[in-house]
């Protein structure tokens, strides 16, 4: 049984050669764009665009680690017991890839890159983050109203670097937030206008105090909050002159040993509590994934509970 586990993370030297395809092609990009997606992610977003069978998946993830485009990894969840997923991650091989076809023009060094990645503190974050964002746009590929808006577009022509959120002009001490990600979803029976959301994943981790500072969820939601104010007259958000946005704090913790953070922010941070500029929900369990677009959200302001296929445009 030990010598089958340890075989999972040797490639088999005996490996056929492959005919990469486009679906395989759209593996590596969304690995690329995402950094690290776990088999059922890939599935899922994968399945949006062409039915396809999770066991297909796994075994053409396989053939692909087997031949060098991709690398695999198994990280064990700290609060569940049990088997998980295998997460992969791009190699230089299969960014190479990307580069002959013309979707990217650098490499980025994954190799070097996937070596810090097992000892990494962040990465059960990433494949948060990243589990969202795949969710989300697999859930809107399914929908005939919906378009999933990735970060990516919206830096096209961009010349910023940093996503980094801080008002220029406000009073000490100042706040900042750096988004995990930003995406928009755009509504065809709106006459396409769209909502843009700056999302913060959290794993527990975050740290809450009625005092705010720049490492306290309180302190990102002030943050934000200055931002809203100061550009709310020129509807013209940074970091991408965004004509609106939302602040969606999502957890995928069913609770929490200290007091609450969703909704101990709302009830001890009186910028949250007087706005509906934040939402907050969680992601439980792999069906809340499936079922992203309707999830509950709480809406800081009234607590009242929304969804995002329920918002529209400011």
Known sequence: MARKAFKQYQRDPNALPLRLTERDIQVFSYLWNHRLLRADHLYRVMNAHAPYSLQRVRRRLRALYDNGYLERFYFEDRDTPGSRPMTYALTDKGARVLAKEGLIEETGRMNEKNKRLKDSTQTEHMILVAAILTAIEAACLQSDDLTFIFEETLRDGWQGGSLKIESKESPKPKYRAIPDAVFGIRYAQLDNKASYYFLE??????????????????????????????????????????????????????????????????????????????????????????????????????????????????
């Open 201 to 314: 994943a959290d794993r527990g981790s975050e740290m809450q105090s009625p005092n705010p500072n720049k490492t306290t969820i309180h302190g990102k939601a002030e943050a934000y909050y200055q931002i809203y104010e100061q550009y709310r007259p020129s509807r013209h958000y940074p970091p991408f002159e965004l004509p609106n946005f939302r602040v969606l704090f999502l957890t995928d913790k069913a609770q929490f040993a200290r007091q609450d953070r969703l909704e101990g922010l709302i009830t001890t941070c009186q910028k949250v509590a007087r706005t509906p500029l934040f939402l907050f929900g969680r992601l439980t369990t792999e069906s809340d994934f499936d079922q992203i677009l309707d999830l509950p959200l709480l809406e800081g302001k009234d607590k009242r509970s929304l969804s995002l296929r329920s918002q529209r445009p400011t």
